[in-house]
């Protein structure tokens, strides 16, 4: 495994969460911005562990809600680095929704976040590997 | 003006907020995660004040982030409904920030938000105009 | 229209928002705390864009709870400045409930905010028109 | 003592809170609307511990806010049943401000809501003594 | 009464709270986490007001969770300082539930943590009486 | 690896959060309660994950707080079935605190907490493996 390799797996970053009452809407789902929060939140952590540098989000690429997460699931947010750039990285994240009373488990949600890497005057500067 | 024109621009949605220290990170900003879960919210009630329906989001677009949102000032989030198909619409949202002892005011990010009309057994029904 | 009647309809400050089980208590009703915390929060920023000076809260006068506001609604809050002395303003919030699902709407909350605006030693200043 | 004044008494309610980063505004000091969310919740709690009866709240009186409260502080809200009408009644609510390394203590806040008994069709009923 | 009982009194800290849904799980309970942060708020803040100085949470000892706090009752914490040492504190925090609508009030949680008084180096020191 | 073992390694579970403003004290570390907070969520969860039964908090032992959180860094928590008896079983909560520009990182929290699974009329029922 390259060094990239390792620190790409190193810099995986999971967050379990149980979907309670204080996230969810009247239809009794997830609340799509909550989702966004949560997914954001993960990938500023990757993005932040794999280059232990400055970076702040630039874009989130296109995110499909394929499936409704429901009340009462747990769901695992899992951040990975996709690419790198000379200044710039992307996160894919995804977000898994389990059952709470059964081994179920499917995909629900993915999206692709763009984060730079800047110095102290808030210049891009090269993301070390 | 047409009786969609005239939807459109009564279920224009805003949000005003005042960017205190419960929503930024260490770089003192308004955190990613927290503008994304505003936007998902102001397009939800956009699209739900346009359709009179049931409305989930299916996905949103590329957002772009262009300038960081510092502590202390006003955001002003405006959702718009800017494109209607048979059973899903795309609401656009903009946030401006505002200085808070200046008129100096300028747009800080964009995207654009999915949403399907669902009836009861949740299956896409026709947006009624 | 004088400056002042433009200054006033260019401050009018708007935040619109879901009725979510995050906001309610045990009636399935906006919980009346959350509602003056809102109602603060818009009278603060019309407060503020009014002027571009430092405005705190001094005091608020009677806000009259005319309907409950329950679950799986929107509101629409709206603050406008009613009153202009030399270091004070009074902005008057309104709340509208919307029903989702029709094109209902009537006003639920209303309440004035009497705001001081200070100098950088925190003693009061002339607003500035 | 009357059976009134013992139930008064007993329905005093405290509610103590650290003023800490995230109920403060930009000038570090608790958000006027952070302040009443909390008055309503000790005089809601009055009302019900009083009457143990159904109450909603009807009005709040002017709230002056004498004194600003700076973060790092310790607050104490407490309620007290002042007026008992036939299906109404009045809480009073103060905020003392108490600094965490000296014993100094003094009187913020202080304000009057109003608070209706319903029966289960939400019609006002008689507070039973 | 000696000096030592009467701080006792006097820094015994109370906070009442009612137990709305953006505190409950999907078993329409106070969730554990909740009741323990609320444990932790009232004990620091009884620490605090016993000592005038800088304390930190050192530990927590066993915490019990004899009865479940369902959602729409009120529940009081009392946080009394229990042991005092050289340079740390013992504080017993109870958790009482109290029905709405009855006199019923019962026990459901209690347990004790210790702080640490530090100085302006962040090292021990002597608790003053 | 026996099926008891391969139970307790997919089940264990991790969250990771960034300590933002909007979960420190006035002394810029994590709040106590707050990790208490995260802790059982994450404790809840790894029981849930594990026996695929309705479980609810018990007990906590006691809870070392070794090293201060300190703002600005990124905690990760992690949950582990350390022992199954008929009805109960415990989970081991560790924090680890890591730097956000360094590969520092360094256990600062730990605690276990009891569990019951309990059936539909809430009696203690045999967690199945």
Do not use: W
């Not at 969810?24 to 993005?47: K, R």
């Not at 995909?107 to 070390?128: C, H, M, Q, W, Y």
Request: aromatic fraction near 10%.
């Amino acid at each position: 495994m390259s060094t990239r390799e390792a620190k790409i797996a190193q810099s995986e970053t999971r967050i379990f969460k149980a979907v309670f009452p204080n996230t969810t809407n009247h239809y009794d789902t997830l609340f799509g911005g909550t989702a966004m929060q949560l997914m954001d939140e993960v990938a500023f952590i990757t993005a932040t562990r794999f280059s232990r540098q400055r970076m702040v989000t630039v874009s989130s690429d296109r995110i499909d809600f394929t499936k409704p997460i429901p009340a009462a699931t747990i769901v695992e947010l899992v951040g990975k680095v996709t690419y790198l750039g000379n200044t710039s990285l992307k996160v894919r994240v995804d977000i898994f929704v389990e059952q709470m009373y059964s081994d179920e488990r499917e995909k629900a949600v993915s999206g692709e976040f763009t984060f730079v890497a800047l110095d102290e005057n808030k210049k891009p500067v090269r993301i070390l590997e």
